[in-house]
């Protein structure tokens, strides 16, 4: 005689639907001088990601839109594969591109790869999205290197946000110092 089957334990986070899910990254800042933080096409998203279900996580993992990674046992690719322990297959992370934006109705017109001091102007807004199937990203860690262009034009590279009080420099051509203040960021699910 077979054992009764066990009912399975609730999960701790909804299902969000048979459609995968996309993830925004989001940013918040008080910019002084500032007209745009870029993050480059080729950056390294490093990110901390959960398993959906039994929330394992990995913390400071990479996701770099130029990697492409075959998915097994599928005909398509990848930024980012890893396997959690009791799943089936590996879980999968794509950095959606500035020409595949138009697949989300919610950020439709919005320019990824910048926050801008017209964008944000001390509001959240979308920086990065990622098409997520099995794996949650649920912090960011900006180690960059970004680029800050000053209003004046004037562009510092390789700049990190890890600092908890921001980003300031003096941008001499102008004359004006130039900071990224009071900086947050937010992980939502856009679709």
Known sequence: ETPPRRARPTRARPRLGSAMPFFGLFMKAEL??????SFPHDLNWTLDVQEPTSGDIRERITVNATDELEV?????????????????????????????????????????????????A????PIAVFDCRGVE??????????????????????????????????????????SIQNLEFEIRVVR
């Open 32 to 37: 002084e001088n500032v007209a745009r933080i």
């Open 137 to 178: 990203p649920i912090k960011w860690h900006p180690v960059g290197p970004f680029v800050v262009e000053t209003m004046g034009g004037h562009k510092f590279e390789d700049i990190a946000l890890m600092d908890a009080d921001g980003w300031c420099d003096y941008d001499e051509k102008a004359e004006v110092p130039v």
């Open 72 to 120: 097994p046992n599928s005909k398509g690719t990848a930024n980012f594969l890893v396997k959690f322990e009791g799943a089936k297959g590996p879980a999968s992370m794509t950095v959606v591109t500035p020409t595949r934006k138009t697949d989300l109705k919610e950020l439709k017109g919005v320019v990824l790869g910048e926050y801008t001091h017209e964008k944000g």
């Open 122 to 125: 001390g509001n959240f807004a």
